[in-house]
């Protein structure tokens, strides 16, 4: 089809017709190329472009769950919990349905304004909205739609009808079905909440979005740039892909640089921080080894009366019998004691206290090769000292004589008792 239609084309400029297109809108429009034509503006609508109104009546309805858990009232989603008694089910939908029923004028008021009728029906536990023949916008009962899928997953009422501008978007994220382990699908949805909700007010200011997390959905309200970022932020956090930290980084960042001209048609990949996922090694489940295949079965285990007839025990008598379990059970008492004063006697004793003895730490610390070198040293050091004393006891024997000869004779005193010879 595209090589007949390109072959008429030449054809057709010939003879003077207008080129046939393959599709019917494709063709060039006249606003196309019209430089004073804003094509991202949004346009408030005007009555006057409808002024017949709607032809047809077109209506949506919507349940508000009878199982959810938390009113639209303050309260922190972290403490929703997944399983909750039959008593406490129906005390929460009561107060769901009186906070919808309390709210309802505000929304009923907000929807007349566009020329949408709506009803609440506390039976069934439905909300209802239609177009009616005051209704000038057909896109009006999209956004009407919007509004009870936002008041259904318990969005406050003032917030929800802000959806109702033309400017404003929302975006619905199911998170309960991104996993299967209750558990783990717990973990990381408070990790996107953070402590006391402070990762999830970050986002909120960063996206200027507003963000409502509870059970398996997760409401945001916005504009269409901001939401994209909700989205993106809340799928890679349940998906285990990206921390959200590590998005509200390159927020403040992206923030940062939009304030300067220069860098508006420049790629900012230099200036965001790059986030390398490390792969944590986990432990190798315990497998058990397989054993040979053997067509014959195990050998019979030896029954009681087997192993006592071979420990010669079945023809013992009973005092004997007694006695014998009586020191067996002696045995075993004493094995327990032990054991127990040594655990007892290990807590006294200092983490770095060395308990061995100084031979035996002696010998753990030298090896062969310092015995031997220390065996060398001792050898030399004997023999030196055998030549220092023969060296000594030499010169001692020449001192000895030399002085013996130079020495006079001592002169004997006679005393007045003692007589001449």
């Known amino acids: 089809m595209a090589s007949e239609g390109d072959a008429s084309a030449p054809v057709a400029a010939a003879e003077g017709r207008k080129p046939r297109h393959k599709g019917k809108h494709d063709k060039p429009k006249p606003w196309d190329d019209d430089p004073n034509i804003d094509h991202w503006k949004i346009e408030e609508f005007d009555p006057s472009w409808n002024e017949g109104g709607m032809l047809e009546v077109t209506s949506f309805s919507t349940l508000f769950p009878q199982y959810r858990g938390k009113s639209p009232h303050p309260t922190p989603p972290s403490a929703l919990s997944w399983f909750l008694p039959r008593s406490a089910i129906d ?136 939401l994209k970022q909700v989205v993106r932020v809340v799928e890679d956090c349940i998906k285990n892909v990206k921390h959200p930290v590590y998005h509200i980084k390159e927020l403040l960042i992206k923030r940062e640089l939009a304030k300067n001209p220069a860098l508006a048609h420049e790629s900012w990949d230099k200036f965001l921080p790059k986030f390398k996922k490390k792969n944590v090694k986990q432990k190798k489940p315990l497998t058990k080894e397989k054993k ?63 308990i061995a003895t100084p031979y035996e730490s002696a010998k753990s610390i030298i090896n062969n090769g310092e015995i031997a070198d220390m065996a060398k040293s001792l050898k030399k050091k004997a023999k030196e000292l055998r030549k220092n004393e023969e060296q000594e006891n030499v010169r001692l024997e020449s001192y000895v004589a030399s002085n013996e000869g130079s020495r006079p004779k001592k002169k004997h005193k006679l005393s007045k008792y003692s007589q001449p010879e």
Not at 108 to 137: H, I, P, Q, W, Y
Not at 171 to 186: H, L, P, Y
């Open 292 to 354: 040979q295949y053997t067509p014959f079965p195990p050998p019979q285990q030896p029954s009681k009366i087997d192993l006592e007839l071979e420990s010669g025990e079945c023809f013992m008598s009973d005092k004997k019998k007694s006695a014998k379990e009586w020191q067996e059970k002696l045995e075993k008492q004493s094995q327990k004691a032990e054991e127990n004063k040594r655990k007892r006697e290990a807590a006294f004793v200092h983490p770095n206290e060395d």
């Open 91 to 226: 005390w929460f939908c009561l107060v769901v349905k009186k906070y919808l029923q309390e709210a309802w004028p505000i929304v009923k008021g907000a929807l007349k304004e566009f020329g949408v009728a709506c009803e609440l029906n506390l039976v069934e536990g439905s909300m209802t909205v239609s177009t009616t023949r005051k209704t000038k916008d057909p896109y009006i009962i999209i956004k009407a739609n919007e509004l009870i899928k936002l008041l259904s997953r318990s969005v406050p009422a003032p917030q929800a009808i802000k959806i109702l501008n033309d400017e404003m978007s929302c975006a619905i994220i199911k998170i309960g079905s991104i996993i299967r382990n209750k558990e783990r699908f717990v973990k990381r949805r408070g990790r996107l909440l953070g402590p006391n909700l402070s990762t999830l007010k970050a986002i909120e200011i960063l996206t200027g979005c507003y963000i409502l997390v509870q059970g398996n959905t997760a409401a945001a309200m916005g504009y269409w740039k901001g």
